[in-house]
């Protein structure tokens, strides 16, 4: 709970589990159907636009497993090589074979749900976005990250998924001694505001979503407008 807002999929697996996309997508509409029972209105809030595209709209190759030593012996190879090996292969003839391995359970939702989503975008100039970005990253540093990437990092190691993630990688250069906070809290920074024009990048290329200007005073009262309006002929 936030306040008087429930909240779902905050720490729902270990730091050292490998969660990964067709996870999110069962956990995700797991907790859609419930909401949508109780008639109440589900919201999905977040940066990955893949991983929301994923729930929204599904990806084809969700459920096959990773295979590790696939990705390793492909990972040496230069881009030349991988598109003579893509060319090759028999694309359905390997998703077939692997379908055995899907982990999706939940059916995703059917037209008539898609066309009753409401998406809603907010944006900012560049540079309120970076400062709000600078902001954030003081606070959490305020309140104990470097506290937080010591204790995961004694517990779980550096090698798992997570500790790779913005904020514990530039953490760990610190804690290793090679860079000092300052240093480590610029580099985290930078990586946050790449990140964030990388979300931008994706999102814009989706027609679907309306804009809104999160600098704007009136911004709330806009929103509720559309929400409001939306939810009238939709619910």
Known sequence: MFGRIPVWLLDVVNPDYN??????????????????????????????????????????????????????????????????????????????????????????????????ILWIGLTAEKKILYEKIDRRVDERLKIGAVEETKKLAKKYGWDI???????????????????????????WKRAEHDYAQKQQTWFKKDKRIIWFNAAKKDIKEKVAEVVREWYTLNV
């Open 161 to 187: 998924s997570s500790m790779s993630g913005i904020g514990y990688r530039q953490l760990r250069q610190y804690i290793e001694g090679k860079v000092s906070l300052d240093e480590a809290a610029a580099r």
């Open 19 to 116: 969660f990964n996309i067709s996870d999110y997508y069962n956990l995700a509409w797991e907790a859609v159907f419930d909401i949508w029972k109780r008639g109440k209105l589900s919201i999905l809030v977040g940066g990955s636009g893949f991983y929301l595209k994923a729930v929204v709209d599904g990806i084809g190759t969700m459920g096959v497993l990773p295979n590790t030593e696939l990705r390793q012996e492909l990972s040496i190879l230069s881009v030349e090589l991988l598109s003579q090996k893509l060319k090759k292969m028999d694309q359905k003839r390997k998703l077939k074979n692997q379908s055995a391995n899907w982990r999706t359970k939940i059916n995703p939702p059917t037209d008539g749900q898609k066309s009753k």
